[in-house]
């Protein structure tokens, strides 16, 4: 679908140098076809839509299913020329790949922001150039809600919620230790799943001991847990804000010489296939579900953004919580 030519007029001088730059952190071609895209009105010359994917980086299992949903779903064949990037973490690659759709001129940009803060001037950028943002995953904390279409996610405070009354229903009036593997320290995840199970276990006998970031990663999530394991004899249960960072845990766990799941629960976010084997293993305890499967939402908020018509702020997407039982149940269909 074409679009107005200002945006890649008046941005035409930035585009060689802003596509150089994306190159060096996409991990994938920077299109779905894989020809280094084109973008905007002087693209494809039909009815595709042009739309700038920019995605956190490859952290997890949750961040693969989520990546395959986006591309599965933005594909020729749905309507969509899709670029896309892998910013491996980092701010600064996001906002440098948001730049270049920009120059490019695509119709939609959409992105999952690796931090909350730090947006407005990219976003007023995008704005300024008439393209819409759409934001999947997780939340910018902009105050000016203009400055993007859309956000499609889970609601994470009510994920930490949801674990910390397991835990509060489980284990009050036990005194239960707690450790706690964060997710990207500034990300909103990692605050907001923070928040809700520090609002749920409150009132209880339930005590964090310790918190630390393990960066959404199964390596790090290892690391932390076993400076855990050194500086705590007494961790009755590992709250990880998701799922590899609690498999990291259970590898940390088992080379102490102990047993997860009994010796030291865990309580895990996300739901992916590994983590479900590890709860059907009586490894996990308890897992609250984040659902990736973000694409076929995408999809239609960005064809009806870019047809012009209204859509909601602020899409919700539902999650389930799984124990052992239901893990079994669960796996033999499980998605993702
Ligand atoms: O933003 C969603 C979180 O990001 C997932 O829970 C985690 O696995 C991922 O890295």
Redesign the pocket.
Known sequence: MARTTFARGALAALSAAALLALGACSTTPTNASGDGGSGGDGGSGDDLITIGFSQ?GA?????AANTKSIQDTLTEENGFELSFSDAQQKQENQIQAIRSYIAQGVDVIAF?PVVESGWDAVLEEAKAAGIPVILT??AVDSEDESLYASFIGSDFVLEGEMAGEWVAENFDGEGLKVVELQ?TTG???AIDRKEGFESAIAGSDVEIIDSQTGN?TRAEGKTVMEGFLQAHDDIDLVFA????MGLGAIEAIEAAGLTPGEDIKIVT??AVKDGMQALADGKINYIVE?NPLLGPDLAEIAKKVVAGEEVEKRIVVKDEAFDQEAAIEALPTREY
């Open positions: 956190v952290e997890s299992g949750w961040r999952s995953d997780r997710g990300s909103a995840p959404f804000h998701n799922d590899d976010i996300d984040c």
